[in-house]
């Protein structure tokens, strides 16, 4: 038996022709601009309505990415995940406005409880760094520096968990680093849930983080956070909130600094700035809940 969608809703994952490795299946010569645009075609060729949920949008370095997108949001309603993706749409010609707003994870507290507080369980003193690292297209210039990062924060007392927050990838990453470490450094289960996973960052003191939503957990529980960045999603939520960025593990160029590194993370841990810093997660979390208000007032009205 088949069945028929009434709507179609695009949201979460970056539309980008930027080749990487985790890429949709058949897509991983152009990334995952051509998958998603291929869905939403699709869906207005059914005559389905398409809204656009705090989409993330680039890299698109090709001219055929550019025409793609611009294509296929054609009578599509929705907006975007900030600035970067609006300014880019605008710049490939979608005359449509589509309206910044934050991610809609940010509206969605993740409740810790003491039974997911992976951190007791394992002894784990106090306090915790927590590191949420993932592999990219081969990049491990950076790993010496952050693991003699660590090391210092280990010296003056503060536990380094490393959080695994998609699967065993995630996890060979965390052991390479902590390889290099001459100090003890905890890994995090990948089978652990999502809210064990939030809740260990929860528990930190701050985070190092890659991945996008592990960024987002720590602002969720308003812990502080310095990212590494290898897409510009990273850079975009980091400049939102007023966090730093360590350095972009594309560029060959970064010195990756251990002293200017440490420095940038000693500062965050004296939270100089972390009254601004919540006050700026609490107006995101405002923003972030009219995505899902508008999604539903653009269902009603096509149904």
């Known amino acids: 038996m088949g069945y028929r969608a009434d709507q179609a809703c695009a949201e979460g994952s970056g539309w980008s022709d930027q080749r990487r490795r985790e890429s949709v299946p058949g897509c991983d010569r152009a990334g995952t601009v051509?998958?998603?645009?291929?869905?939403?075609?699709?869906?207005?060729?059914?005559?389905?309505?398409?809204?656009?949920?705090?989409?993330?949008?680039?890299?698109?370095?090709?001219?055929?990415?550019?025409f793609a997108v611009r294509s296929a949001l054609k009578h599509v309603e929705g907006s975007v995940r900030d600035a970067e993706s609006r300014d880019l749409l605008r710049d490939i010609g979608v005359r449509k406005d589509f309206p910044v707003i934050p991610d809609p994870v940010l509206e969605q507290y993740i409740r810790t409880?003491?039974?997911?507080?992976?951190?007791?369980?394992?002894?784990?003193?106090?306090?915790?760094?927590?590191?949420?690292?993932?592999?990219?297209?081969?990049?491990?210039?950076?790993?010496?520096?952050?693991?003699?990062?660590?090391?210092?924060?280990?010296?003056?007392?503060?536990?380094?968990?490393?959080?695994?927050?998609?699967?065993?990838?995630?996890?060979?990453?965390?052991?390479?680093?902590s390889h290099l470490m001459e100090e003890k450094a905890w890994i995090s289960p990948s089978f652990l849930s999502l809210r064990a996973k939030a809740t260990i960052i929860a528990r930190s003191e701050l985070l190092i983080g890659m991945r996008l939503h592990s960024l987002i957990f720590a602002a969720n529980a308003e812990v502080p956070f310095a990212a590494l960045s290898y897409d510009p999603?990273?850079?975009?939520?980091?400049?939102?909130?007023?966090?730093?960025?360590?350095?972009?593990?594309?560029?060959?160029?970064?010195?990756?600094?251990?002293?200017?590194?440490?420095?940038?993370?000693?500062?965050?841990?004296?939270?100089?700035?972390?009254?601004?810093?919540?006050?700026?997660?609490?107006?995101?979390?405002?923003?972030?809940?009219?995505?899902?208000?508008?999604?539903?007032?653009?269902?009603?009205?096509?149904?």
């Open 34 to 66: 051509l998958y998603y645009t291929f869905v939403i075609k699709l869906a207005r060729f059914y005559n389905l309505p398409v809204y656009l949920y705090s989409q993330g949008v680039g890299p698109l370095h090709t001219s055929f990415a550019r």
């Open 113 to 177: 409880e003491d039974e997911d507080d992976w951190i007791s369980s394992q002894g784990i003193p106090s306090p915790v760094i927590t590191v949420s690292l993932r592999d990219w297209n081969g990049s491990d210039h950076y790993k010496k520096s952050l693991a003699a990062t660590l090391d210092h924060f280990s010296t003056k007392g503060y536990a380094i968990v490393f959080v695994s927050m998609h699967g065993s990838p995630d996890s060979q990453v965390a052991e390479e680093v």
């Open 233 to 303: 999603k990273i850079d975009a939520f980091a400049r939102e909130l007023d966090q730093p960025l360590l350095g972009n593990i594309n560029d060959k160029k970064e010195t990756w600094d251990v002293d200017k590194m440490t420095s940038t993370l000693e500062y965050l841990l004296g939270r100089a700035d972390y009254d601004e810093y919540c006050d700026k997660i609490g107006m995101m979390t405002k923003a972030a809940t009219r995505t899902a208000e508008s999604a539903l007032r653009y269902f009603r009205h096509h149904i």
